[in-house]
């Protein structure tokens, strides 16, 4: 008789006391369907509302779920981590919080890794998100994928499913920069994909503002590529032989025609160059500030409680 598989849930919980209970219901509810040998681990993130009262309540009522309490924020990948590290499940899947993701397609995730692949992404048929809020993902979809030298697809979802060998190969990644799909599909293994469906929202509003996703978007393109330095470095070149090419220019216009060249030129000269070299500096002062925080070797994160994990854990 083959082995009843025990699965491990992880979704990082940020400011979602009105979203838990129903979370943890729907996803007890196709779990049970498959085994009764599982486990749903909530993150919660640093929340500022009562999330981890309601997660510690629930604990009290199920044993089956568990809760990691992180002593301040440090980011949703960074909670993912810390679930990863955690989680005993010999099948683990990531889901976020706010149920955009149906639990429903949990089990169709397990039986794709049944057929023999290690990882199993999702793939979102339509985002539910605004129009603007869509155009800027699109830009940079092709943003990443330039300055990357890899696809990235703005439709892969949060949710995702892999087998105990690749969490155990994650838990060995020390980088501060978190993307968890991208350092999921770094590793390597046998991976597929799914098209699932983008709910609604279940409450609430997206705790990512314009200002975070703009900033994640570079932590995206700076973690996994130095190809914005040497993208600089040709910029340099390629103005340094313009410049060449309109001082000869300007040079023989001054035989031929008397050309009087005026300030407007160089004065818009001067504020190009000057910009280029700013944004070369900017980028390469990223990359020194990356390095700066990751050689301090802090750990990702640190826990405050867990509730309901055997004490060697």
């Not at 979203?19 to 040998?37: A, G, Q, Y």
């Not at 309490?69 to 919080?97: E, P, T, W």
């Not at 990235?152 to 994650?170: P, Q, T, Y």
């Amino acid at each position: 008789m083959k082995q009843t598989p025990k699965i491990s849930v992880i979704s990082p919980v940020y400011d979602a006391e009105k979203i838990v209970p129903t979370l943890v219901d729907r996803i007890f509810n196709e779990l049970s369907k498959l085994t009764n040998e599982f486990e749903i681990i909530l993150v919660d993130d640093g929340s500022r509302d009562s999330s981890w009262r309601i997660i510690e309540e629930l604990c009290a009522k199920y044993n089956w779920l568990k809760g990691i309490k992180l002593s301040r924020n440090f980011g949703q990948h960074h909670a993912v981590s810390a679930g990863i590290n955690s989680a005993k499940g010999n099948y683990i899947i990531l889901m976020d919080c706010d149920l955009q993701d149906n639990p429903d397609n949990i089990e169709a995730l397990i039986k794709k890794l049944d057929s023999g692949f290690e990882i199993v992404f999702t793939k979102r048929k339509k985002r539910k998100q605004p129009i603007l809020k869509s155009f800027f993902s699109k830009l940079f979809d092709l943003l990443f994928t330039f300055l990357s030298d890899k696809k990235f697809d703005i439709n892969v979802g949060s949710l995702v499913a892999f087998r105990k060998r690749v969490g155990v190969e994650f838990s060995k990644l020390k980088e501060q920069d978190r993307i968890y799909i991208q350092m999921l599909k770094w590793l390597g293994f046998k991976s597929t994909s799914i098209i699932v469906e983008h709910e609604k929202r279940h409450s609430g509003a997206s705790s990512y503002s314009f200002r975070s996703l703009f900033s994640m978007a570079i932590q995206s393109l700076t973690a996994h590529s130095d190809k914005m330095l040497r993208i600089s470095i040709y910029i340099g070149f390629l103005l340094g032989f313009m410049s060449l090419c309109g001082v000869a220019l300007i040079f023989v216009l001054y035989f031929a025609k008397g050309l009087q060249p005026g300030w407007p030129s160089l004065f818009v000269a001067i504020l190009f160059s000057t910009g280029l070299i700013l944004i070369s500096l900017g980028v390469t002062g990223i990359y020194i500030g990356k390095t700066f925080q990751q050689v301090k070797n802090r750990p990702l994160y640190i826990v405050d409680k867990k509730v309901n994990f055997a004490i060697d854990d």
